[in-house]
C-alpha cells in the first residue's frame, strides 16, 4: 500500500523538479565521495612523511571545506539565495566571535603548538598532575588517556601557559633511584655491587654508564643516586626488576639498608 502511495506522488511531481533531485542527489553523493577520494589520495601522496597531528589536521580541513562547497552548491540549486545567508552568517559570526574569545585563544595556541612541535601523537606527556598518551592534537585541545584509561581533554591555552614534560620524546631515558644505606657500609663496595647489577640487569644500557652517586649525609645513613639509562619502551620492565635485583644482592652481600630509629628513655617521676 505504501509503496502505491510513493509511487502515485512520484508520478504527480513534475519533470523538473524531478530532474532537480536527481541532480540534488548527484552532488550529494558525487561530492562527499569527492571529498573522500581528495582525502585518501593526499594522504597517500603528499603527506606520506607527515607527522600524525598534521595529517589529522589536513584530514579534518578538507574534509570542512569540502562539506561546505558541497552545502553550498545544494543550496545554489534548489534555488535558495547565498548572499542572504553569508550576510546572516557574517552577522552571527560577529557575534559569536565576541563571544567565543577563549575559543579563539585556544585556536591560536593551537597553531603555535602544531608549528612548535613539543610532541606528536603516541608520545607520553605530563602537564601539571596529568600523565598520559597523546590521542590527538587539534586547534582548540588536545586528548590525552591515562595509563588508567582515563579520557583527558586539555585546551590549547593552558597547555602553551604551563610548563609541558614530554616523557617519550628521546628514544632513551634515565631513570633515578635514591637509595640508602649504614654508615658503617665501604662506600666503594656499595658502588661496585650497584653498578654489577645494573650490568646484569638486562633492561639496563651500558652507554651510557650508570650513574652511582654519593649525594646526601641522611639521618639514618649515607643517600646514594642510583642512575640507569634504559630504552624508554623498557621503563615497567626495569622499574620492576631492578629493585628487586638491588634488594637481593644487597642481602647477599650483608650491606645493610638503614630504617629510621629512635632511642626511648623512661624516667622514674618518683625519683625526680
Not at 502515485?8 to 542527489?25: C, D, N, Y
Request: hydrophobic residues 50%.
Amino acid at each position: 500500500m505504501w509503496f502505491q502511495q510513493v509511487a502515485e506522488w512520484f508520478r504527480s511531481l513534475s519533470p523538473e523538479v524531478v530532474t532537480k533531485g536527481i541532480r540534488v542527489a548527484v552532488y550529494l553523493v558525487g561530492g562527499f565521495l569527492l571529498v573522500r577520494l581528495l582525502i585518501v589520495s593526499v594522504q597517500r601522496v603528499i603527506m606520506k612523511k607527515a607527522t600524525p597531528q598534521r595529517r589529522m589536521l589536513v584530514r579534518k580541513a578538507i574534509a570542512y571545506a569540502g562539506f561546505v562547497i558541497v552545502l553550498m552548491t545544494v543550496l545554489a540549486e534548489l534555488g535558495v539565495k547565498l548572499t542572504a545567508i553569508l550576510g546572516a552568517a557574517g552577522i552571527v559570526g560577529i557575534a559569536v566571535g565576541f563571544a567565543s574569545q577563549t575559543s579563539v585563544s585556544n585556536i591560536i595556541s593551537g597553531l603555535f603548538l602544531i608549528s612548535e612541535k613539543p610532541f606528536a601523537v603516541g608520545d607520553v606527556i605530563r602537564i601539571g598532575t596529568t600523565t598520559g598518551i597523546i590521542q590527538s592534537i587539534d586547534l582548540l585541545s588536545i586528548k590525552l588517556r591515562t595509563f588508567d584509561n582515563l579520557f583527558v581533554r586539555i585546551p590549547n591555552e593552558k597547555i602553551l601557559s604551563s610548563e609541558v614534560t614530554n616523557i617519550t620524546r628521546f628514544p632513551i631515558r634515565r631513570m633515578d633511584i635514591m637509595i640508602q644505606v649504614s654508615y658503617r657500609e665501604n662506600l666503594d663496595r656499595v658502588r661496585e655491587v650497584l653498578a654489577e647489577v645494573a650490568r646484569a640487569n638486562r633492561y639496563c644500557l651500558d652507554e651510557p654508564a650508570p650513574v652511582i652517586l654519593a649525594t646526601e649525609l641522611k639521618e639514618n645513613g649515607v643517600e646514594l643516586l642510583f642512575g640507569l639509562w634504559f630504552s624508554k619502551a623498557d621503563f615497567l620492565s626495569l622499574k620492576n626488576s631492578i629493585l628487586q635485583d638491588v634488594l637481593e644482592r644487597f642481602r647477599a652481600e650483608g650491606i645493610e639498608i638503614p630504617y629510621p630509629q629512635r632511642s626511648v628513655h623512661l624516667v622514674d617521676a618518683g625519683r625526680r
